[in-house]
Nanobody, 125 residues
Framework: QLVESGGGLVQPGESLRLSCTIS????????VSWFRQAPGKEREGVSC????????RFADSVKGRFTISRDNAKNTVYLQMNLVTPEDTGVYYC????????????????????WGKGTLVTVSS
């Protein structure tokens, strides 16, 4: 089970940290991705962190602004969002590849079979 939290209303230029708490699997042995879906748009991959070596990937639209990290003791993956813009508005989902030793795929989606229900982020002044 994956549960997202930390969403809310923020102003442009501010920061927000999302959390994805995982149960039933033990980090760091599985790749975890963050996705988002803006109103009226398709869901898109935002970031991913691979198992063990912790390699990361980011969508071009968030590079340099977002970071991804994990706390293995808390079995939680974080998405730190800095310098947010209205284009970052959307429902953010985390997803996990349940294959042991999984790594991030170029499209963020590969193998992501476990999904959370999402948390809403609204960026507005």
């Amino acid at each position: 089970q994956l549960v997202e939290s930390g969403g809310g209303l923020v102003q442009p230029g501010e920061s927000l940290r999302l959390s994805c708490t995982i149960s039933g699997y033990t980090l760091p042995y599985y790749a975890v991705s963050w996705f988002r879906q803006a109103p009226g748009k398709e869901r898109e991959g935002v970031s991913c962190i691979s198992s063990e070596n912790g390699g990361t990937r980011f969508a071009d639209s968030v590079k340099g602004r977002f970071t991804i990290s994990r706390d293995n003791a808390k079995n939680t993956v974080y998405l730190q969002m800095n310098l947010v813009t209205p284009e970052d508005t959307g429902v953010y989902y985390c997803a996990m590849n349940g294959n042991f030793g999984s790594v991030c795929q170029e499209d963020f989606y590969g193998g992501m079979e476990e999904w959370g229900k999402g948390t809403l982020v609204t960026v507005s002044s």
